[in-house]
């Protein structure tokens, strides 16, 4: 395939790639995502399910589709309807009218909404699938082996960025609980200078300030060492 064939696909992969590199938040992003693969392939809808590991389910966590009922489609089972199967089977699956589809768990939902042909693919990082990406048409549609791989690099690309997200997240969470710690070491040796107290007797009596007033550990702590600070200046 060469890039001057489908300029609006490279564009669109583009918009999406820099869109992972900025500071946008995670939703924002998934949404950009789907509007610009619709806009993209002409899809009448496009959605991305995303799989929760401890349930082993996908639900629609973004589309740009209005509609309140497709928005709210119940949650399927990994191996469950067609996009459970691309999860299952970590392939790209194509139909080519979901309203006959008897593997299609809507069917009614998509006679509703007036759409027709399918597109499903994996969206997959470090060697897992995390969910799909879904792109329909309102009319029957062959997708062309092109269509297909584009559709699946946007599916990669959104993955990465749901996985950035969750580093950056895990990180800053890790990153807290390092200063909370070391905020807490502090104010221990604090109060054990003043008051004579053991390590263990100076974690009782900030433990029991946070129960009384209701504030975290964290916040007794740096209460201690601003009062500390002002002591000595």
Do not use: W
Request: glycine letters at 4%; one cysteine or more.
């Amino acid at each position: 395939m060469r890039t001057e064939e489908f300029p609006d696909q490279i564009k669109a992969l583009y918009e999406i790639s820099r869109a992972i590199t900025s500071e946008m938040y995670l939703e924002d992003i998934l949404k950009l995502i789907v509007a610009v693969t619709a806009q993209v392939l002409g899809s009448k809808i496009c959605s991305i399910m995303l799989l929760d590991e401890k349930t082993q389910t996908l639900s629609i966590k973004a589309t740009q589709a209005m509609s309140p009922d497709y928005i709210n489609k119940p949650p399927l089972k990994v191996g469950e309807g067609i996009a459970g199967r691309v999860v299952a089977e970590r392939r790209p699956i194509v139909v080519k009218d979901v309203r006959q589809e008897k593997n299609y768990k809507y069917r009614d939902i998509a006679q509703q909404e007036g759409i027709v042909s399918l597109l499903s693919v994996p969206m997959e990082v470090k060697g897992r699938v995390i969910g799909v990406l879904n792109t329909y048409t309102s009319k029957q549609h062959r997708y062309t082996k092109q269509e297909i791989e584009i559709l699946s690099s946007i599916a990669n690309q959104a993955a990465i960025a749901i996985e950035n997200t969750e580093l950056l997240v895990k990180t800053k969470v890790i990153q807290e609980e390092l200063e909370t710690r070391k905020k807490m070491e502090r104010a221990k040796g604090i109060l054990m200078r003043q008051e004579n107290l053991t390590e263990e007797q100076a974690y009782e009596k900030i433990r029991k300030f946070s129960m009384d007033s209701r504030k975290s550990m964290r916040e007794i702590s740096e209460a201690i060492i601003l009062s500390e600070e002002i002591k000595k200046s």
